[in-house]
Nanobody
Framework: QVEVVESGGGMVQEGSSLTLSCTTP????????LGWWRQAPGKEREAVSC?????????YYDRSVKGRFTISRDNQKGTAYLQMNNLQSKDSGMYYC????????????????WGRGTRVAVSS
């Protein structure tokens, strides 16, 4: 069974908004902190944001997204979100949802489960 599933990517123009969603059908949702990672073509995967299991600890590792992206989760619905506003071309890439232990991890080696990714393409 697939453990982490992302959705919501797409092709948009600069200034547009997208909301990515993440579910964990193969895991107990509330046991895991959930992070969003981005990998642009030719670049390494980098951490964008993370939210702890209770939704109280929130981190934005990529400073360029602060004020534009909002991470959240609904433990009742078993879904995490990344609301992305005022998208820029530099935000383009494959976005991965990643499940860690109960607390956020910034190192990819500490991620327990990866989704397959959803692509975001922002044109100028």
């Amino acid at each position: 069974q697939v453990e982490v599933v992302e959705s919501g990517g797409g092709m948009v123009q600069e200034g547009s908004s997208l909301t990515l969603s993440c579910t964990t059908p193969g895991l107990r949702f509330r046991d895991h902190a959930l992070g969003w990672w981005r990998q642009a073509p030719g670049k390494e995967r980098e951490a964008v944001s993370c939210i702890g299991w209770a939704g109280e600890a929130i981190y934005y590792y990529d400073r360029s997204v602060k004020g534009r992206f909002t991470i959240s989760r609904d433990n009742q619905k078993g879904t995490a979100y990344l609301q992305m506003n005022n998208l820029q071309s530099k935000d383009s890439g494959m976005y991965y949802c990643a499940a860690s232990g109960s607390y956020c991890e910034e190192n990819s080696s500490d991620v327990l489960h990866w989704g397959r990714g959803t692509r975001v393409a922002v044109s100028s």
